[in-house]
């Protein structure tokens, strides 16, 4: 196979593998109502909510985020992948794993809300150091705010913070926040993507 037909197979697979997991996320993991019935973390109330961990922990939605975003960062020479615990985290294994099977492994590593309480009582799990080239990534992002811990603490722990990625975008801010900050974020699924979908599906 030629170098041009390689690349526009990987774009179909790839764009094909988006187009599922849209579905995967409609199916299992969006809920959408006219009126503002959804408690969200920061306390606000919103007409959309996604339970991302019902695609993140599901083998199809955990095979499909994994070779999606190992294919964003796959040359980055990046050593590890991770985020605040616990939405991030099956977002990272699932790129770890894939980025073994692809030959190129990537480190998934786990931030904590609080620091261990025995031991080395560290912040961050799994083995990536002081120097290591890492992309923090998130599941939902509506503020930032959570994905924004991640980002100050493994800079605190000295880690080089190259990429940020959502697995989805609630486009109500998070982005501009994040970017404010001099990183810039990259979404792999939007709100608006969602409910395209949705509203086709209504007609």
């Known amino acids: 196979m030629h170098?041009?037909?390689?690349?526009?197979?990987?774009?179909?697979?790839?764009?094909?593998?988006?187009?599922?997991?849209?579905?995967?996320?409609l199916e299992k993991a969006f809920?959408?109502?006219e009126e503002p019935v959804f408690r969200?973390?920061?306390?606000?109330?919103?007409?959309y909510y996604f339970n991302c961990k019902a695609v993140t922990l599901y083998p199809e939605g955990m095979y499909l985020i994994g070779n999606i975003i190992f294919d964003f960062i796959k040359d980055l020479d990046v050593r590890g992948i991770g985020g605040l615990t616990l939405g991030a985290d099956p977002i990272a294994y699932a790129v770890a794993y894939t980025s073994y099977l692809k030959g190129k492994?990537?480190?998934?590593?786990?931030?904590?809300?609080?620091?261990?309480s025995h031991g080395t009582m560290q912040w961050i799990e799994?083995?990536?150091?002081?120097?290591?080239?890492?992309?923090?990534?998130?599941?939902?992002?509506?503020?930032?705010?959570?994905?924004?811990?991640?980002?100050?603490?493994?800079?605190?722990e000295g880690l080089d913070i190259i990429k940020v990625i959502a697995l989805i975008d609630r486009q109500e801010g998070g982005r501009e926040a994040i970017e404010a900050l001099g990183y810039k974020l990259d979404s792999i699924i939007t709100r608006d993507d969602v409910m395209e979908l949705y509203r086709a599906g209504r007609t």
Not at 17 to 24: G, P, Q, S, T, V
Not at 40 to 47: E, P
Not at 134 to 151: F, H, L, M, N, R
């Open 31 to 33: 809920k959408y109502s």
């Open 105 to 116: 492994p990537i480190e998934a590593f786990v931030v904590r809300k609080t620091a261990k």
């Open 126 to 156: 799994g083995n990536v150091k002081k120097g290591d080239r890492v992309v923090i990534v998130d599941d939902v992002i509506t503020t930032g705010k959570s994905t924004i811990e991640a980002i100050n603490m493994a800079k605190e």
């Open 40 to 47: 969200l973390v920061s306390g606000r109330m919103s007409n």
């Open 3 to 25: 170098a041009v037909d390689l690349l526009l197979y990987l774009l179909y697979f790839l764009t094909n593998m988006k187009k599922r997991l849209i579905e995967l996320i």
